[in-house]
């Protein structure tokens, strides 16, 4: 049995194509299910906040004499301006990142990073566990038959 990771990974008769075109799926997977868990877990809080006052919810929505704006069209301009200066901000970072470093593009700056940030040495398997054996002393028997199976072996030839 194969699996679902496998069967993904295949390239088949389409070679890299057909695997571009199983990451793509699976990132519609992935977005499609991040979408509809932000949907649910925002209407679940919108719904609570209606049931527990209904009054001040309808005035939220649609305001009051006193109040220039509804609460609704003041969260989304504010909505709007923090992705805005989000995007800014963030895009701003990169592009002054990449000139001081002198890339033009992500290939270059990888490279670049590999050479001026240290190496992370890769972690020593001595005191890590690797199988569920070895927790119990199984793998100690295992390897001592192991080991006077291969001395019985080499007498034989």
Do not use: H
Not at 27 to 45: D, E, K, N, P, R
Not at 81 to 108: D, H, P
């Amino acid at each position: 049995p194969q699996c679902l990771v496998t069967i993904m990974a295949d390239e088949g008769e389409g070679g890299r194509a057909e695997g571009k075109f199983s990451k793509f799926k699976g990132g519609m997977f992935l977005g499609t299910v991040a979408g509809i868990g932000l949907l649910a877990g925002f209407s679940t809080t919108l719904g609570m906040t209606k049931k527990r006052s209904p009054d001040m919810f309808d005035k939220g929505l649609t305001g009051t004499a006193g109040m220039t704006e509804s609460g609704a069209s003041l969260g989304l301009r504010a909505l709007k301006w923090g992705t805005f200066y989000a995007v800014v901000g963030v895009g701003g970072l990169a592009f002054v990142a990449l000139k001081i470093l002198g890339v033009n593009n992500l290939t270059e700056f990888r490279t670049e990073m590999q050479n001026k940030l240290p190496r992370i040495p890769k972690a020593r398997t001595k005191n890590r566990v690797e199988n569920f054996d070895s927790l119990f002393g199984n793998e100690i028997e295992t390897n001592q038959d192991e080991t006077s199976k291969d001395e019985t072996n080499q007498e034989e030839t």
